[in-house]
């Protein structure tokens, strides 16, 4: 069965900024989607301004990734929202949040922490060295992958420490970045992936793409039911003592 994956993006920079428009022309969640697409996977968009943020019960319980880019309006995202996605992740669906993603409140609440960093806007150039090579999301992926200008994040980043660290980058300016972390969340599994500022066009980068379409396959539900909680009747017959 192929994967289904929904790319979610507010899809606010796109209507805002001509630049991003020029470089994104079916936005930044089109760019993601065409090119899962031509990996294979059944894709499907969604943005803010949509009904339910056009993640519905049904398009949620049809999703088995949902890829999160977020920025300028987290907190115009609704919690009744936040706690459906919440919801199926841990029931297995997968969750891929991409760059300033990192400030959207699913990924704040299933990481518990402020998820805050340093951050500077200067054409950066970044390296994205590969610091788990047996790991599946970096399987294509040569030793790193040089951006030649981004958008800079530095530690410290507070997040709780990964289950598994992919990338690290390296900047310009000097900094570093733990740029690719993977959870475990429930059923559910989690990957963080830094790079994708909206003025530049790193989601065309076919490095890029193939770490976002090995993350889905990586991320992709399998196939278990969600563990029973409560109360709960012995297996055994329990002897009177």
């Not at 994104?24 to 968009?45: Q, R, S, V, W």
């Not at 995202?77 to 029931?91: C, F, H, I, Q, T």
């Not at 040569?142 to 992919?166: N, S, T, W």
């Not at 066009?201 to 409560?230: D, F, K």
Request: proline residues 5%; hydrophobic residues 35%.
């Amino acid at each position: 069965m192929t994967t289904r994956v929904t790319v979610w993006n507010e899809n606010r920079h796109e209507n805002k900024n001509p630049v991003v428009r020029d470089i994104y022309p079916e936005g930044i969640h089109g760019a993601i989607a065409n090119a899962l697409k031509g990996a294979g996977y059944d894709t499907k968009t969604a943005t803010l301004d949509e009904p339910e943020h056009g993640l519905t019960d049904d398009v949620l319980n049809e999703t088995d990734v949902l890829i999160w880019w977020g920025h300028l309006a987290h907190d115009e995202v609704a919690d009744e929202v936040v706690e459906n996605v919440k919801k199926r992740v841990l029931e297995g669906m997968g969750l891929i949040v991409l760059h300033s993603g990192h400030f959207s409140k699913i990924f704040k609440s299933l990481m518990g922490t402020s998820c805050d960093l340093k951050w500077r806007e200067a054409d950066d150039k970044e390296r994205l060295w590969v610091v788990d090579p047996s790991h599946p999301i970096v399987k294509g992926v040569g030793e790193y992958i040089e951006l030649e200008k981004e958008e800079m994040y530095g530690e410290h980043f507070d997040i709780p420490a990964p289950d598994q660290l992919v990338f690290v980058s390296w900047f310009e300016g000097g900094e570093v970045f733990r740029s690719g972390c993977t959870y475990q969340r429930g059923n559910g599994k989690i990957f963080y992936f830094r790079p994708g500022h909206e003025t530049y066009p790193t989601y065309h980068n076919e490095q890029i793409q193939r770490v976002i379409s090995n993350a889905v396959e990586w991320a992709a539900p399998v196939g278990r039911e969600y563990p029973q909680y409560g109360n709960a009747k012995p297996l055994e017959a329990i002897k009177k003592k």
